[in-house]
């Protein structure tokens, strides 16, 4: 699994062009229709903490799950600012995620997911997470999809600028394994400084997922462009899914 180090102060420039309000408005709806408008939630792969923070806001008791420090960091200083108190901030791997006691939720966006591989420590992955959800509670989660991986990124190489930041993004599709090698450079033109990380992200098809699910005792229920919040489509970049934990035998 990935942990960004280099990239973790640069972000959130870099991703400006996300639509987190339409994010947050889709989550929280998710949250409400099925009976969760308060309560624990994990944020999982939480990065700089965006959506972390906007859900605290709003009331929900956020934790802040990821297994970069650099990230955690930024999310921290963030709330500070903010003055936003009370979110817990955990730097774990989600193979092997320990949240201390039950959630009414978990979430997941930005493709945490496909940075977990291969498939058996994704299902793990998926395992852990459901096992501190509650009965009846949610797992809503985004994922890249094969036709992101082959396509949209597949061997492209492409240039994000920001004010004092530029990146050069190259992937490299493996078709054999389904995995996407994703080289970055990020150079800082003020400073005459270079970074460079490097990350495998894994493409999963909508059967495996569901299969991860099942496996994790989540019920799929809904899954939707993960851009659009519309229907799917075949050349859909996105997936996000809706899961509910489902209630063990006898109970």
């Known amino acids: 699994m990935a942990a960004y180090e280099a990239f973790a102060g640069v972000y959130d420039a870099f991703n400006e062009d996300a639509d987190y309000d339409a994010l947050f408005q889709y989550v929280t709806d998710t949250l409400c229709r099925y009976g969760i408008p308060d309560g624990i939630v994990a944020d999982l792969g939480c990065g700089t903490g965006e959506l972390t923070l906007m859900l605290a806001s709003v009331g929900y008791d956020m934790i802040g799950v990821d ?17 936003q108190e009370g979110v817990l901030l955990l ?42 959800i509650e009965p009846g509670g949610l797992m809503l989660f985004d994922m890249n999809t094969p036709y992101k991986h082959e396509t949209i990124l597949a061997d492209h ?21 389904k995995t996407t090698r994703i080289d970055l450079e990020i150079t800082y033109p003020d400073l005459e400084e270079k970074d460079t990380e490097s990350f495998l992200e894994y493409a999963y098809s909508l059967d495996e997922i569901r ?33 509910v934990k489902q209630a063990a035998e006898g109970e």
């Open 91 to 132: 730097c774990q791997d989600l193979t092997q995620l320990d949240l201390y006691g039950t959630v009414r939720a978990a979430i997941s966006t930005f493709d945490t997911f496909n940075h977990i591989g291969p498939r058996e420590e994704f299902v793990r992955a998926v395992c852990r997470a459901a096992l501190f």
């Open 157 to 177: 190489v492409y240039e994000i600028e920001a004010d004092d930041a530029y990146c050069v993004w190259r992937n490299r599709y493996n078709a054999e394994e």
């Open 67 to 83: 297994l970069s420090p650099e990230m955690l960091s930024v999310l921290r200083e963030k709330a500070a600012e903010l003055e």
């Open 211 to 243: 299969d991860a699910c099942q496996k994790a005792g989540l019920s799929v229920v809904q899954v939707v462009d993960g851009e659009t919040f519309g229907p799917l489509r075949p050349d859909s970049a996105r997936y996000f899914i809706t899961a």
